[in-house]
Every structure is written in structure tokens, then in C-alpha cells.
């Protein structure tokens, strides 16, 4: 089974791009036009989105979709090959990974450590990470990812995340799905509508 990447493309824009109409999906996701209008009539056909009469798409149940996404991603990431690494969150490496998972939670204040989280790096990147190892730091797990999601990333104090949804969809493919995983969707959720109101 091929991993569904493309697929995890669109998750991500629709989810963090409120009222966005199926072409402009294509574009930001880098995916022709044809692809991305199946997949995502085939979200409405399962209950996900809707459409308004003037083409916006509707998430009519956002956990829903994060939890379909959490099994593509499982997918996906059992399809790669992870170096656990150790670290020390720096500055100096902050355009060279996103933090997603539990390092995504230690931005968000959520825990306390960052050990075990996912880190996102690029081809380009990853040499340039290597150099910032430290036998004193925390393990992370570091997969190489497309460069895509450097590309529509978001700040979060001070380093960045893939997407809101995507650090959403991590923590469920690690395994964390308590009060914890309801606190922060609801946080990551206001943070999206924030953006939508501030665009307004």
C-alpha cells in the first residue's frame, strides 16, 4: 500500500485553512486539480466537510478528520525510517525542524519535556542538524519529510510546527489520546479560528 502523503497534504490545508474552496486547496497543497476535488468528495461522502453554495468547504466534525488522518499518518510514518537523536531545543536550529507530537505539546506548555517528540527535517536540513547533537540532550525521534510542510509552516514560541492539524494527528499516532489530546485540540482549534477572525 502506497502511504497516503498526498492525501496528508490536503488534510493539513483544509484543516488549517478555514473556508478555503477546493482549487485554492490544490494550489497551496501542490496537488492537480483532479486528485484533490476526489479526496475530498470523498471526505464529504464520509461525513468530514461539506460545501457552501459559494465553494467554501465546511468541517462539519474536525476530531473526526484528525482521528482519519491519525490512521494515514500511521501509515505513512511506519513507511519511514526514524533517528532518535539528542538534543537541546536551540534557536540556532529553529529553520532546520518542525516540532510535532509531544515536542509540539512542550512548545504549547502542555508538558514539561520535550523527549520523544517527533521532529520534522528536510534533505536540506537534516546535515546541518547532525551538528547540533549532544549526548546531554533529549531524545528525539527525527524523520526526513517533504519539504512541503516547511514551506506552510506555523511560529509557535519561537520554533515552528508542520501544521496545526498535523501536530494534532501526531500525538494520536503516539499514542495519546486522554484529557491531554481534548485540551489541546480545543487550544489548537480557538488558535485557528483566532487566525480566521484576524484575516476577517
Given at each position: ?11 493539513s490545508?483544509?484543516?488549517?485553512y ?35 453554495s ?20 500511521e ?21 532546520l ?18 523527549a ?37 509552516r ?47
Amino acid at each position: 500500500m502506497k502511504p497516503p502523503v498526498s492525501r496528508e497534504k490536503i488534510y493539513s490545508v483544509v484543516f488549517d485553512y478555514t473556508g478555503i474552496r477546493i482549487p485554492e486547496v490544490a494550489r497551496l497543497a501542490e496537488l492537480n486539480y483532479i486528485y484533490t476535488y476526489q479526496t475530498i468528495r470523498a471526505l464529504k461522502r464520509e461525513g468530514y466537510l461539506t460545501t457552501a453554495s459559494d465553494g467554501r468547504i465546511i468541517i462539519l466534525d474536525r476530531k473526526g478528520l484528525i482521528f482519519k488522518w491519525a490512521r494515514d499518518k500511521e501509515v505513512i510514518l511506519n513507511s519511514l525510517s526514524p533517528i532518535t537523536i539528542k538534543l537541546v531545543p536551540d534557536y540556532d536550529m529553529r529553520n532546520l525542524v518542525l516540532f510535532s507530537g509531544n515536542s509540539a505539546l512542550w512548545l504549547l506548555g502542555k508538558i514539561i519535556s520535550p523527549a520523544g517528540g517527533i521532529l520534522y527535517a528536510s534533505e536540506k536540513t537534516f546535515k546541518d542538524l547532525m551538528k547540533f547533537k549532544d549526548p546531554e540532550g533529549y531524545p528525539f525521534k527525527v524523520y526526513i519529510y517533504d519539504e512541503f510542510y516547511f514551506k506552510i509552516r506555523k511560529e509557535l514560541n519561537g520554533y515552528y510546527i508542520p501544521s496545526w492539524g498535523m501536530i494534532l494527528a501526531d500525538m494520536l499516532v503516539q499514542g495519546m489520546y486522554t484529557r491531554l489530546f481534548d485540551d489541546v485540540f480545543e487550544t489548537v482549534v480557538s488558535i485557528i479560528e483566532g487566525e480566521k477572525n484576524e484575516k476577517a
